[in-house]
């Protein structure tokens, strides 16, 4: 049963703006990831909109995977989700040939981080939130990070961010390159719809050219890294350090590894 909503929004300025809901924190599933995919395919074969505006809705753009039951939706961490995977299905967001910015609000934690790289821009405010906490569940990082953080942020910070698993704000990700504008707390929305307005203002068949040049050897490029990071992470899901590293971050503690 489906338990998300995905609602698409075509302005006379050819913005198209993607709205999904799936909760409050807007934890990521396989089903959201590929619909979302199927959507932003169908905007691209339909020919109205040139640029995408890719929000979600609640207090969360995405707080990655739900480990909260057993996690169900997580990436297959032990082969638990019978359904494609969800690194699978993120490939194809990848391939599509729109310009998508990404409106950030509150966080962007995880694989919601890998979803706003998977974007083009990244717009938010100060008090958004963004982290990428694989190490300190226990992980090996997912969602194609290994190519997408680095191209934006470079190799040395994408490392501080992966080994320490800290969480920064908005104004720091904009410091880093993270975040391409930064608006005023609450902007990111409008923000992130005058960039796409800019871009989808633009003449279509350049941009999507451009596109193509700059950014069309990523799917494959994530296509390898992920399925590196899919074998690390079914490696990691025997380890008794990542029930500890899930069990206190349910606990909202810190994680005491031992290695094993």
């Given at each position: 049963m489906?338990?998300?909503?995905?609602?698409v929004?075509?302005?006379?300025?050819?913005?198209?703006?993607?709205?999904?809901?799936?909760?409050?924190?807007?934890?990521?599933?396989?089903?959201?990831?590929?619909?979302?995919?199927?959507?932003?395919?169908?905007l691209?074969?339909?020919?109205?909109?040139?640029?995408?505006?890719l929000?979600?809705?609640?207090?969360?753009?995405?707080?990655?995977?739900?480990?909260?039951?057993?996690?169900?939706?997580?990436?297959?961490?032990?082969g638990?989700?019978?359904?494609?995977?969800?690194y699978?299905?993120?490939i194809?967001?990848?391939?599509?040939p729109?310009?998508?910015?990404?409106?950030?609000?509150?966080?962007?934690?995880?694989?919601?981080?890998?979803?706003?790289?998977?974007?083009?821009?990244?717009?938010?405010?100060?008090?958004?939130?963004?982290?990428?906490?694989?190490?300190?569940?226990?992980?090996?990082?997912?969602?194609?990070?290994?190519?997408?953080?680095?191209?934006?942020?470079?190799?040395?910070?994408?490392l501080?961010l992966?080994?320490?698993?800290?969480?920064?704000?908005?104004?720091?990700?904009?410091?880093?390159?993270?975040?391409?504008?930064?608006?005023?707390?609450?902007g990111?929305?409008?923000?992130?719809?005058?960039?796409?307005?800019?871009?989808?203002?633009?003449?279509?068949?350049?941009?999507?050219?451009?596109r193509a040049t700059?950014?069309?050897?990523l799917?494959?490029?994530?296509?390898?890294?992920?399925?590196h990071?899919?074998?690390?992470?079914?490696?990691?899901?025997?380890?008794?350090?990542?029930?500890?590293?899930?069990?206190?971050?349910?606990?909202?503690?810190?994680?005491?590894?031992?290695?094993?």
């Open positions: 489906r338990d998300f909503t995905i609602d929004d075509l302005d006379d300025d050819y913005v198209a703006t993607v709205t999904y809901a799936r909760g409050s924190n807007n934890f990521f599933s396989e089903p959201l990831i590929s619909e979302l995919a199927d959507t932003f395919e169908k691209a074969d339909e020919g109205q909109a040139r640029a995408i505006l929000s979600g809705a609640g207090k969360h753009f995405c707080a990655g995977a739900d480990f909260t039951d057993g996690a169900k939706d997580s990436p297959d961490l032990a638990k989700q019978k359904s494609a995977h969800l699978d299905a993120a194809r967001l990848f391939r599509q729109l310009p998508i910015v990404a409106a950030i609000q509150g966080g962007a934690i995880g694989g919601g981080l890998g979803l706003a790289m998977a974007c083009d821009f990244r717009v938010a405010s100060p008090d958004a939130r963004f982290s990428a906490p694989f190490a300190k569940l226990g992980l090996h990082h997912g969602f194609g990070l290994t190519v997408t953080l680095p191209l934006v942020i470079g190799h040395q910070r994408s501080d992966l080994y320490t698993a800290r969480r920064i704000t908005g104004e720091e990700a904009a410091a880093l390159g993270l975040v391409d504008r930064l608006t005023q707390n609450g990111a929305l409008e923000g992130a719809h005058a960039l796409a307005k800019e871009v989808a203002a633009s003449a279509p068949i350049a941009v999507r050219s451009i700059m950014r069309g050897h799917a494959e490029a994530v296509k390898s890294a992920t399925d990071e899919k074998a690390e992470q079914k490696l990691h899901s025997a380890t008794a350090d990542l029930a500890e590293g899930i069990r206190a971050d349910l606990e909202r503690r810190a994680p005491s590894f031992q290695n094993c």
